[in-house]
């Protein structure tokens, strides 16, 4: 079946370098894409958000590159701090088909000081 | 303006017994979306509800689960006669709008334990 997924479960990074979080998607009919943050305890928040007719879009020391070709999503967090330590999901949506947003399994950031 | 309002944030149940999970959408928001999340995983959505209607429950499993999202009040996610199996965070979302780009925003979830 179509589903959204994480390369690597894990991340580790240096207080104060940059931070990247892929994620692979299958439903090529997908056509918005979100970035969630979670910190334990707590609800998905809401990171960036990025349309399929876009390839990249920037926010506070975030940014999100879209490669519709390899259907891959990613996250930049610059200057990464404590923080920043979180899991943090992509969801995609094709709002032409489905009412919801498919999320990945999540990979844990962990930011060292 | 407050965020999407879950309670309780934990909930303790025994095998049978039934677990009722509300949430209040942000407000101006009239599109709620229930979701569950084990632990280490990614959330699951279950239910999507505008007031009075139940939009799209394809991931409702088929007994003991219903939800509603009446007139007045908030969202109600019931499971009756729950199961270890059931134990989770749900976690409820809002949005403005349901068929259009725009992010969901979600609650603060309730962990459900059934011992």
């Known amino acids: 079946g179509e589903s959204v997924g994480l390369h690597l479960p894990t991340l580790s990074v240096q207080e104060g370098d940059n931070s990247i979080i892929n994620c692979a998607y299958s439903?090529?009919?997908?056509?918005?894409f979100i970035w969630y943050k979670q910190e334990s305890g707590k609800g998905p928040q809401f990171i960036i958000d990025?349309?399929?007719?876009?390839d990249k879009r920037q926010g506070q020391r975030v940014t999100v590159l879209l490669n519709k070709t390899v259907k891959h999503l990613s996250l930049q967090i610059a200057a990464t701090q404590p923080g920043d330590s979180a899991v943090y999901f992509c969801a995609e949506n094709n709002w032409g088909s489905a009412r919801q947003l498919t999320f990945g399994s999540g990979t844990q950031l962990t930011v060292l000081p | 303006n407050a965020g999407v309002m879950q309670n309780p944030r934990h909930l303790v149940r025994r095998r049978g017994q039934e677990a009722r999970l509300r949430c209040s959408p942000m407000k101006g928001h009239s599109h709620v979306y229930w979701y569950r999340q084990l632990p280490e995983e990614g959330l699951k959505f279950m239910v999507y509800?505008?007031?009075?209607?139940?939009?799209?429950e394809s991931g409702m499993p088929k007994e003991r689960f219903s939800a509603e999202f009446p007139k007045e009040g908030p969202s109600i996610l019931r499971i009756q006669q729950v199961v270890r199996g059931d134990s989770a965070a749900y976690f409820c979302a809002s949005s403005p709008r349901g068929h259009t780009n725009s992010p969901l925003h979600f609650g603060n979830g309730t962990r459900l334990t059934v011992t």
């Open positions: 439903n090529s009919a997908s056509d918005y």
């Open positions: 990025i349309r399929s007719n876009m």
């Open positions: 509800l505008q007031k009075e209607n139940i939009i799209d």
